[in-house]
């Protein structure tokens, strides 16, 4: 972590960190516009000049070379050339996760932070000053979740999203979680199925179920006919807080704690144990706070993401977790780190 008070090398304080930060929405936004012009997805594996990419992406003239150099200089985008005949090419950061057709593709979040939280976080000062949300809710008296549910179009999009930033944890739990003790996981609020679809190609003697609300299961049922798993793979649609939890060894949770206030996540937690066998567990996915809330500054801007989202929601600890898993009844937890800022918070029974 750096240092408040860097110096110059002449041993005065440096301001540049302050620039940084306080213009950082600049680069944010020349990201995300590039992800939301499908800039990446056009340029794919060619290299092509800075006119060609102006026409295809439809811009004026004016703003193109500042643009793709901007890009360039933020590390998205590498240049053969200068001037007008220079040719722009994917970096390979960006040909993996920011192309539509690579596998990998992380963009769908990106997009949804361009079209809702770009604009909703301008209004931070007044959801710390109320605590309350600042998204759709505060214009249409809708909370997020209705918002989606009310549109398929919308909704789709933003279980995309979800699938594509949490694709690299669900690989990395099932690589490195012991399975061989288990033989059922059940994925509450799976969206698009993905975590059970990751788990059960990665352990064949595994049987998954996705359970979520019933206007995501034609998502989830597309996502498991896609992987050609689905006598192994299932869809249970319901609501993890008052319907019946399927039976299963192992539950599931991929950001999803966060989204609520302690009195929910505490009864999430409560259900998930009465549910759960001896022996059984429970994981949590989600960008962990570390304990000191010094270090993981993801997963403390993502908490905040939360007050502007839902008001009550919040993101939290390891050791959070570890105390409200004990109280539910837990024996013991451990974290575990999975990519980027993200954690496997995991309680056993």
């Excluded at 408040?4 to 620039?19: E, K, L, T, V, Y």
Aim: net charge negative.
């Amino acid at each position: 972590m750096q240092n408040d008070r860097q110096g110059n090398g002449n041993g005065a304080a440096d301001p540049s960190r302050i620039f940084e930060i306080g213009f950082g929405f600049f680069a944010s936004k020349v990201l995300l516009t590039a992800v939301t012009l499908e800039l990446f997805t056009i340029l794919s594996d060619r290299a092509t000049t800075g006119a060609e990419l102006g026409r295809a992406m439809g811009l004026h003239p004016r703003g193109v070379a500042d643009f793709l150099d901007a890009l360039v200089a933020l590390g998205f985008l590498e240049r053969e050339g200068d001037g007008e005949h220079g040719l722009y090419r994917n970096t390979e950061l960006a040909a993996r996760f920011l192309d539509k057709a690579s596998p990998d593709y992380i963009g769908g979040i990106l997009e949804m932070c361009d079209a809702r939280l770009f604009g909703f976080w301008d209004d931070l000062g007044e959801a710390l000053r109320t605590g309350r949300p600042q998204n759709e809710i505060k214009h249409g008296g809708r909370s997020i979740f209705e918002e989606l549910y009310a549109d398929p179009r919308r909704l789709e999009q933003f279980v995309e999203a979800m699938a594509g930033v949490s694709r690299g944890n669900f690989r990395a739990l099932a690589g490195t979680f012991d399975f061989s003790a288990h033989d059922t996981l059940c994925d509450l609020g799976g969206a698009s199925g993905l975590l059970a679809v990751t788990v059960a190609r990665h352990h064949p003697h595994m049987r998954c179920i996705t359970f979520d609300l019933p206007a995501v299961e034609p998502i989830a049922r597309r996502t498991i006919e896609r992987a050609g798993l689905d006598g192994r793979v299932t869809v249970h649609s319901g609501d993890f807080f008052t319907d019946p939890l399927p039976p299963a060894d192992i539950y599931t949770a991929s950001l999803i704690l966060h989204d609520w206030n302690l009195a929910k996540k505490k009864a999430l937690i409560g259900r998930v144990h009465a549910a759960l066998p001896e022996g059984g567990a429970f994981i949590a996915i989600e960008n962990l706070i570390d304990d000191g809330r010094r270090h993981n500054a993801f997963g403390l801007l993502m908490s905040l993401n939360m007050l502007v989202e839902t008001g009550d929601g919040f993101d939290f600890s390891g050791a959070d977790f570890r105390s409200w898993c004990l109280e539910a009844g837990f024996r013991h937890c451990e974290v575990r780190p999975l990519t980027g800022p993200s954690s496997a918070a995991i309680a056993y029974k």
